[in-house]
C-alpha cells in the first residue's frame, strides 16, 4: 500500500460510549503504521478504548515537543518510507479547530493521499443544534484572557456579526468557562441572540439558544469543568 495520511477522529469525551464508535474508525486504524498526535497519553487512551487488540507498541508515535513543535521531517520521512499515517487530535476532528493542518498540508506538498473519515466536531455540532445559521460563520478558537482584551474581542465579533450577518463561534478552556461566559452576558447587546453547548455528547449535554437577555434573567449557572462551545448572532 503507498503512503497516505488518514485523519482519525476522536471522541469528545475521555470515556464515550461504545456505541459512539464508527466501524471505519477500527478498520482504518488497523492499516496505520505510524500516528502523528496532539498528545500522546490522550490519544492512547483513546486508541485503547477504540480497538483494545491494537497493537500500541508496533507503532511509531509523534507528537509536538516541549515547545509545541511537531518534527515535520520524522512526519515526512514515513511518508517517503511508504507508510500510512494516522492523525488523531485529543478530542473530536483533527485539524478543524484542533491542531494538524500543517501535517495535512504537508502531506498535499508530498504528494501523499488524504483519507477523510466521518467523525465528531464539537464547534460544528454545536453550531447545527444552535439554531443560528450555518452558512455564514467565523470559528474564532479561544477568548483573550485579559479583560479589557476579551471585552473589545467580543464587542469586534459582534459589530461583525451585525454587519455581515455572520455567526460567532468561541470557546475557551473548561475552568474558565465561567469568566468567558459573564464577559459574554456583560458585553454583547441585549438582543443578541447567544447559544451554550455544554458538554457534547457527555451525560451532562445542553445546548440552549436565547437572548442575553433572557440569559440575563435566569438563576448564574454552576460552571462545572466541562468543555463548552458559545455561540452568538447579533440582530440588526
Request: include cysteine; charge should be positive.
Amino acid at each position: 500500500m503507498p503512503a497516505q495520511l488518514v485523519l482519525l477522529p476522536s471522541a469528545l469525551q475521555p470515556a464515550p460510549a461504545r456505541h459512539r464508535f464508527a466501524p471505519a474508525w477500527i478498520e482504518a486504524l488497523g492499516h496505520t503504521q505510524a500516528l502523528v498526535v496532539e498528545t500522546l497519553k490522550a490519544s492512547r487512551r483513546f486508541v485503547r478504548a477504540l480497538d483494545p487488540a491494537f497493537d500500541i507498541d508496533g507503532r511509531t508515535w509523534l507528537a509536538p515537543g516541549p515547545e509545541g513543535r511537531l518534527d515535520m521531517a520524522a512526519v515526512r520521512a514515513l511518508w517517503a518510507q511508504g507508510l500510512t499515517v494516522g492523525l488523531l487530535s485529543d478530542a473530536g476532528y483533527p485539524a478543524v479547530g484542533d491542531p494538524g493542518a500543517e501535517v495535512v498540508l504537508a502531506a498535499h506538498q508530498a504528494g501523499v493521499p488524504v483519507r477523510v473519515l466521518p467523525g465528531s466536531c464539537s464547534f460544528l455540532m454545536a453550531l447545527a443544534a444552535s439554531g443560528l445559521g450555518g452558512q455564514h460563520f467565523a470559528f474564532r478558537g479561544y477568548v483573550p484572557i485579559a479583560q479589557a482584551e476579551r471585552q473589545q474581542t467580543l464587542k469586534r465579533w459582534e459589530q461583525e456579526s451585525r454587519r455581515q450577518g455572520q455567526t460567532q463561534i468561541c470557546m475557551d478552556t473548561p475552568y474558565r468557562n465561567g469568566a468567558l461566559w459573564q464577559a459574554l452576558l456583560a458585553t454583547l447587546e441585549p438582543q443578541t441572540l447567544l447559544c451554550l453547548a455544554l458538554d457534547l455528547e457527555g451525560s451532562q449535554e445542553r445546548i440552549q439558544t436565547q437572548t442575553v437577555a433572557t440569559w440575563r434573567k435566569q438563576p448564574a449557572l454552576a460552571w462545572p469543568r466541562l468543555p463548552a462551545v458559545f455561540i452568538f448572532v447579533a440582530n440588526k
